[in-house]
C-alpha cells in the first residue's frame, strides 16, 4: 500500500508538471503571432485591382497612348498581284500632291512630317532612295529605279549654294561668294506619285496602284530665282508601306482612330493633280500646254475621261427591247376583232361590181 501510493504521488506531480510545460508553450506560441502579425500588416501588399498596379502594368510610352503596342508593331498587308493575262486598259500617271493645299496638310503635320519619316527609313536601310536625275542611258525617264543611291550620297545631292553678300567694317558690298545649304525637311514643297490604272479581268474592276513616291523640291538658280519643282529622288511605294503602317495619323477632331499613313494612301485620302499622262512622245502636261489655264483644263480632261471609262465600264447597250405578252383572253378577243375586211370590187370609174 506504500508502495503504491508512492507511485500515485509521482504520476500525479509528473501530470502536474506536464500542464504547466503546456502553459508556459501555449504562453509563448501567443506572443509570437501578435510580433509577426504586426511585422506582416506593413508588408501587405496592394489589392490587384489598385489603381497602382494597373499603371505598372500599361507598358511604358512617349505619351500615354497605347500606340507604341499597335502601331509600332504595325506590318502592311499584302495587295493583290493580277497576272499579266489579266490586265486590260493600262495606263500610267504621275500626279502631284503639293503641300501648300489645305487638304493635303496631315503630310506636313509638326513633329511627325512624312519627309522626316521617309529620311528615317532611309537612314536606316528599310527604304533605297533611287536617282531621278533623267537623260541617262540606265535613266532615260529619271523613275526606272535603276541607279540606287546611299543615304550620305542622297544628302550630298540635295545640298544647294547660295550666294552671301561680303561686307567691309562699315557695311559696304565689296563681294559675294557661294556658301552652301544644308538639306532641310522644309524644302519640300509636295510630292510626285507615280500610278498605273488598269482593269483587272479576272475580279472585274479597275484597280489604281501606286508604283512610287518622290519628295518634290524647289529648283533654284544661284541668284536665288525659282525656276520649277523637281523630285529629289525616287521611293518604291512597297517599300514605304513599311514606314507608313507604323506612322499613327489618328485624329479625333475629323473622327479618324488607328489610322496609319498606310491607310491614308491605300483609301486615297490627298489631293492631287495629274502632270502626265502614259502617251508615246513620253511628253508631259507642261510640255504642251504652256499657261497654267491650259495645264489645269488639260489635267481636269484626263480626269474626266478617267472617271468616264470606271463609270462606263458595267454599261452595256443592246437592241432588244422588252415586250409585254399577252394572256390567252387577249389573243382570243384580238383573234375576234381583228378580222380582215376585204374591200368590194370596183371598176375604173368606181363602181361596185356585182359579184
Not at 240 to 246: D, E, N, P, S, Y
Request: hydrophobic share 35%; with cysteine.
Amino acid at each position: 500500500m506504500l508502495a503504491s501510493g508512492l507511485s500515485l504521488m509521482a504520476q500525479t506531480k509528473k501530470k502536474a508538471k506536464t500542464r504547466a510545460r503546456k502553459r508556459t508553450q501555449t504562453v509563448k506560441t501567443v506572443k509570437k503571432p501578435v510580433v509577426d502579425t504586426t511585422a506582416n500588416v506593413a508588408a501587405t501588399p496592394l489589392p490587384a485591382n489598385n489603381n497602382i498596379d494597373t499603371l505598372k502594368s500599361v507598358p511604358d510610352s512617349d505619351d500615354g497612348y497605347l500606340k507604341s503596342i499597335v502601331i509600332t508593331k504595325a506590318r502592311p498587308f499584302p495587295i493583290f498581284e493580277p497576272t499579266a493575262n489579266n490586265v486590260k486598259f493600262y495606263h500610267r500617271y504621275k500626279r502631284d500632291i503639293m503641300l501648300k493645299d489645305p487638304k493635303n496638310a496631315k503630310f506636313n503635320t509638326p513633329g511627325s512630317t512624312l519627309i522626316e519619316a521617309l529620311l528615317k527609313g532611309m537612314k536606316e536601310g528599310v527604304i533605297t532612295p533611287y536617282d531621278a536625275t533623267p537623260g541617262t542611258t540606265a535613266n532615260p525617264t529619271g523613275d526606272a529605279f535603276t541607279v540606287p543611291l546611299t543615304y550620305t550620297q542622297l544628302m550630298s545631292k540635295l545640298v544647294d549654294t547660295a550666294m552671301v553678300d561680303q561686307l567691309d567694317k562699315d557695311g559696304n558690298k565689296i563681294g559675294s561668294v557661294k556658301k552652301l545649304n544644308d538639306f532641310s525637311p522644309d524644302k519640300i514643297v509636295g510630292y510626285r506619285i507615280k500610278e498605273d490604272v488598269y482593269y483587272d479581268k479576272q475580279r472585274s474592276k479597275v484597280e489604281t496602284r501606286i508604283i512610287g513616291i518622290a519628295p518634290l523640291i524647289t529648283l533654284k538658280l544661284s541668284s536665288g530665282d525659282t525656276v520649277g519643282i523637281q523630285p529629289s529622288c525616287w521611293l518604291k511605294y512597297k517599300q514605304c508601306r513599311l514606314v507608313f503602317a507604323k506612322m499613327d495619323v489618328s485624329d479625333a477632331d475629323r473622327n479618324l482612330y488607328d489610322v496609319s499613313m498606310d491607310d491614308m494612301f491605300l483609301q486615297r485620302q490627298f489631293n492631287a493633280v495629274i502632270v502626265e499622262e502614259s502617251n508615246a512622245k513620253g511628253d508631259r502636261i507642261k510640255d504642251y500646254a504652256k499657261t497654267p489655264e491650259e495645264q489645269a483644263a488639260e489635267a481636269a480632261r484626263i480626269e474626266k475621261k478617267l472617271a468616264d471609262y470606271k463609270r462606263n465600264i458595267w454599261k452595256y447597250q443592246t437592241n432588244i427591247t422588252a415586250t409585254s405578252v399577252p394572256d390567252s383572253k387577249t389573243k382570243k378577243q384580238k383573234s375576234k376583232s381583228d378580222k380582215v375586211v376585204t374591200p368590194p370590187a370596183t371598176d375604173s370609174t368606181g363602181t361596185q361590181v356585182k359579184p
